[in-house]
Structure formats: structure tokens, C-alpha cells
């Protein structure tokens, strides 16, 4: 049973039974798509009534904005409906999948309201063997009007993927399987005694000495991979001659092959965090072993290395989230170079979980050197192409940002549409700069910049719509165009605008003579004066409409 709430002041109150009236209409959607199929009439008739009552609201108020917790859903810190803790409320449902904001902005098209309807409809109940979520569907469907905040989500969801600074996510250090073995306190207790000068020159901290006793006291039948990186981490201590310790490394690199294969990513990344600390400790000593250190991690960020992950996908798939969380910080560990062995891989896992692993793994390790990012956008993979530039879509880096207007030049629609999408997500203001998108080959392409184009008030995008408008006459071959560039020059104009409106609207203004109401200039001139919506902009509608 939902509950709607009002707050009794004034004029909150008549604002607040709007957004209530419009929640109560996406609720009775979303029900009337749980028993009809979404061609039925009477689902339909829902949705297009849901539409008008968005439009509506975003047209008069602008981007309708909520808040989700638990079960329920707040606007502007007002509840302002509340269900029970199951999948019949909406609220429980986005907010079980963790969103917690939740946005529809200007332009919203229906098949955007369809489409989230539907997501929610497809994911009301979850289960054991469900392998996608809410977030991660909105994530790939990647609604243009619709946006969404959400906890613990990388990319998609089109929404706040952020990628870890330090290069290391440190929720990991959270996790159970780490905790249980941080023992700091726990003094070593092993069989042998290193000599005070090997044990300078190679130290291991107590907690790493500590963790490889674990691994072979914890079990009595211990696997014989993490028994010989226990075994060869040891004899890393004793080393105090560089061949000795370049033959120890190498048949090291041997051995975390067959981890990778074997799918130990624990034992892997617990014996990459061990070297990687070491290298940090002796940087400021330049210490012999560190150019042996640095080529062993170029060694198993090379191609050659992680080939053995290329066809194991599938398997990889299947394996516990415990397991995958050690996979992705182990990767995380490897140098740049590794981006050229892993990107490709995203297009052999047919799982959204392992390919939004490689994602965030491909991101963290471009922020640091984006050259090798770069290399695989000459790809002529297209669809490798759209899934890096989500990639890049939520990175931070200038170098990252630079290379997407480049795209926009691509042969493919696809990779062009999704550049356009990577360029508004990360500056929207950008948009008055890409007017060449308005000669684009591809419809949707042109659709969706004009929608980009139109979200907010900009004196620039402004410049640039009235510039092409200007320079072209509508015709029959381009009549649906140029009506849709008058709408973006309504969302984005104002009074600027006006004086070019005008000549649209009037046939001899001097004598206020108004062209036929079956002219397509005057047409046009009247969407983009209601659009722009000023006192000015409404006067002159007036005077049309009156006539």
C-alpha cells in the first residue's frame, strides 16, 4: 500500500501535488506493464499520459529531481511517497539496486520512459541466477534525458563512475577475505634466521611474513600454486646476488601464469602486492634489485603474459565475487602497457560483470599513462571502440578528453554517437563548439545533439543555431531538421533570438502582416517562441496566435 505525502505551505504545496500526481502516474505505469504486454492499449494510453504529465512539469519547472531511501522517494527533502519494503514499490526496488537519485531532464522521449519502465518491470525480482541489475541495464541502455546516482556502480550507469587515484580501490581493503588475515600485531615465528645485511637489503614487513605462514598453516592439503609462491617469496628474502634473483623472478613469472589459469587470484595478488611495496621501498636507495622488479611487472603486463586470460573468459565469469575483487586489484597492480592486452578482451566476455571489471581496470590504468588507450582507438573494431569510449566517457585525465573530438569524425554513426555522449558527459558547454554534428550523415546522430543542445540556456549554442539557421531555408528535404533546430534554438535562446524569429514570423512586420499560418517559417518561428518562453517571446506568440 503507498502512502503520498504533502507539506502544507504554500506555494510548496501545489508543487508538491504535481510531482505527487506524477508519481502516482509512473506507479500506475509500472503496474499496468506488469499485466499487459507493452504494445496493449491500455499500457500505452498509461505511458503516453505519464509523458505529457513529465513534459509538462520539466516544461514549467525544469529537470524533475528525486531522492530514493529504502522505501521511499523524496522531492526537494520531502517525502513524497512511501510503500513497503517489496518489489511491488518503486522506491524499494531502485533503491535495493542502489540508486539513490534519480533525474528526467528536458526533451525526454517516450521510448526513455518505455525503456525505464520496462528495466524496472525486467528486474522487479531478482534471484540467484539474475546476472544484471537495474543500474546495470540503465548503465548500458544509457537514457539521454534520464540520469540516476548510485551506490558502489562504475560506468553506466551513465551515471558517477569514478576511478580510484591511488590506482587501488581501497574497498577492497574492507574486504573479509583481507581482513581475516591482517595481523600486524602477531610476531613472525619461522625456522630460519636472514643475515642483517640480506634483510636490508630485501625487507619484508612483518605483515607480509605473517600472511605467507598463513598460507600454508590455514590448510593441511595446501595447492601446490600457492605453495611455490609461498616458497619463492621466501627465497626472495635470501637473495642478495642479482642473477640469483633475476632466475628466482623468472620462474616467478612461470608460476603466477598458471595462478592466472588456475583462477588463485588471491595468491596473485597478495605476491604482486608484496613486490610492489618492495619497489617502493627501495626507490630512494636505487637498490639493484629495482630494474629487475620494474621488468618482472613489465613482463606480466606484456600480451605475452596475459594471453592466458584471452579465451578463459566464460570461466572467468563463474567465479565468485571474492575471487574477482582480488582479480581486478591484481590487474590494477600491472603497468599501462597492460591496456593493450586487456582492451580487446572486452569484446571476448559476454559477461556484464567481467566487462565492467575490464573497464574499470582499462580506466585506472590509463589515468596513469593514457598513450596506450590511445593506441587501440585506431581500432577498426567498432563496437571496441564504443565500449573504450565509455571508458573514457569517466575518466578525468586532459589527455583522455582530447582525443574524442577526433571521433566525432569517425565512419561509424555508432562510434560517433557515443563520442558525442563521452564529450557532453564530461563538458556539456563544449556543445556550441560541434556544430559540424549538424551536417551529420546519421539522423540520430543530429537528434541527439540537438537534444544536447537544448538543455540548458547558452549564448554560444545559441550563436551557432542561429547561424545555421541563417544559412539555411527550409525545404522538403530538410524540413524535419531544421523544425528540430528551432525547438534547441527555443531551449537554449532568449531574447537574442527574437529579432531573426520575427522575420519568420511576420511577412512585413512593419505593417504587422503575418505570414500564412500554413507557411513552415512561421511554424517553426512559433515552436522556438514558445520554447524560449520570455516576456518578449510571449508577446509575439500572442500576436500570432490572435491571428
Known amino acids: 500500500m503507498m502512502k503520498y505525502y504533502s507539506q502544507g505551505k504554500e506555494p510548496v504545496e501545489d508543487l508538491l501535488t504535481l510531482v505527487r500526481q506524477i508519481l502516482i502516474a509512473l506507479n500506475g505505469a509500472f503496474k499496468k506493464l506488469l499485466l499487459y504486454p507493452s504494445e496493449h492499449v491500455i499500457y500505452q494510453t498509461s505511458l503516453n499520459s505519464l509523458k505529457d504529465s513529465l513534459s509538462n512539469f520539466i516544461d514549467q519547472h525544469g529537470d524533475l529531481v528525486f531522492n530514493i531511501d529504502r522505501h521511499k522517494i523524496l522531492y526537494r527533502d520531502e517525502v513524497v511517497i512511501e510503500g513497503s519494503m517489496d518489489e511491488e514499490n518503486l522506491a524499494f526496488i531502485l533503491f535495493r539496486d542502489g540508486i539513490y537519485h534519480l533525474e528526467f531532464h528536458q526533451s525526454i522521449a517516450l521510448w526513455e520512459i518505455n525503456s525505464f519502465l520496462e528495466i524496472l518491470q525486467k528486474y522487479q525480482v531478482l534471484t540467484d541466477d539474475s546476472e544484471n541489475d537495474v543500474v546495470t541495464a540503465l548503465w548500458e541502455v544509457d537514457l539521454p534525458c534520464l540520469s540516476y546516482k548510485a551506490e558502489d556502480v562504475g560506468f553506466d550507469t551513465g551515471e558517477d563512475f569514478e576511478i580510484p587515484e591511488s590506482g587501488v580501490d581501497e574497498s577492497s581493503q574492507d574486504d573479509p577475505g583481507l581482513e581475516a588475515e591482517d595481523i600486524d600485531n602477531t610476531p613472525l615465528d619461522l625456522s630460519f634466521q636472514t643475515p642483517i645485511q640480506n634483510r636490508l637489503l630485501w625487507k619484508i614487513t612483518s605483515e607480509d611474513q605473517e600472511y605467507l605462514r598463513k598460507m600454508l598453516a590455514e590448510e593441511n592439503d595446501r595447492e601446490r600454486i600457492e605453495y611455490v609462491l609461498y616458497i619463492l617469496l621466501y627465497i626472495l628474502q635470501q637473495q642478495t646476488q642479482p642473477d640469483d634473483f633475476s632466475e628466482v623472478m623468472a620462474f616467478l613469472n612461470q608460476e603466477l601464469q598458471d595462478a592466472i589459469l588456475e583462477h588463485k587470484y588471491q595468491s596473485v595478488y597478495k605476491t604482486l602486492q608484496i613486490l610492489k611495496k618492495n619497489i617502493d621501498l627501495h626507490k630512494a636507495t636505487e637498490h639493484w634489485s629495482i630494474p629487475i622488479l620494474k621488468e618482472f611487472f613489465a613482463s606480466v603486463s606484456s600480451k605475452m603474459f596475459l594471453t592466458v586470460m584471452q579465451d578463459d573468459w566464460p570461466k572467468i565469469a563463474e567465479c565468485t565475487p571474492e575471487e574477482l575483487i582480488y582479480l581486478k586489484q591484481a590487474l590494477i597492480m600491472l603497468n599501462p602497457e597492460a591496456i593493450e592486452a586487456l582492451g580487446p578482451m572486452l569484446l571476448e566476455t559476454t559477461s556484464n560483470q567481467t566487462k565492467k571489471l575490464l573497464m574499470e581496470v582499462i580506466g585506472v590504468l590509463a589515468e596513469r ?6 593506441k587501440l582507438l585506431s581500432s577498426t573494431h567498432y563496437e571496441l571502440l564504443k565500449i573504450l569510449i565509455n571508458v573514457i566517457k569517466f575518466m578525468k585525465s586532459k589527455e583522455s578528453f582530447q582525443c574524442l573530438p577526433e571521433l566525432l569524425r569517425h565512419e561509424s554513426a555508432d562510434v560517433r554517437k557515443e563520442a558525442l555522449k563521452a564529450i557532453y558527459h564530461r563538458n556539456s558547454k563544449m556543445i556550441s ?32 543555431l542561429l547561424d545555421y539557421l541563417k544559412s539555411h531555408r527550409i525545404r522538403d528535404g530538410n524540413k ?3 523544425f528540430r533546430v528551432y525547438i534547441s534554438l527555443g531551449k537554449c535562446g532568449s531574447d537574442e533570438s527574437l529579432p531573426f524569429l520575427k522575420k519568420n514570423l511576420f511577412f512585413l512586420f512593419r505593417f504587422r502582416i503575418l505570414r500564412s499560418k500554413r507557411s513552415l517559417r512561421r511554424q517553426a518561428a512559433e515552436y522556438a517562441l514558445k520554447e524560449i518562453n520570455t516576456d518578449k517571446a510571449k508577446l509575439m506568440l500572442n500576436e500570432s496566435s490572435k491571428r
Open 480 to 482: 524535419q531538421l531544421l
Open 369 to 374: 599513462k593514457f598513450d596506450h588507450l590511445n
Open 433 to 464: 563548439e560541434l556544430g559540424l554534428l549538424l551536417e551529420d550523415p546519421d539522423e540520430v546522430v543530429q537528434q541527439l545533439f540537438l537534444i544536447y543542445a537544448g538543455q540548458q540556456r547558452d549564448l554560444k549554442t545559441e550563436k551557432l
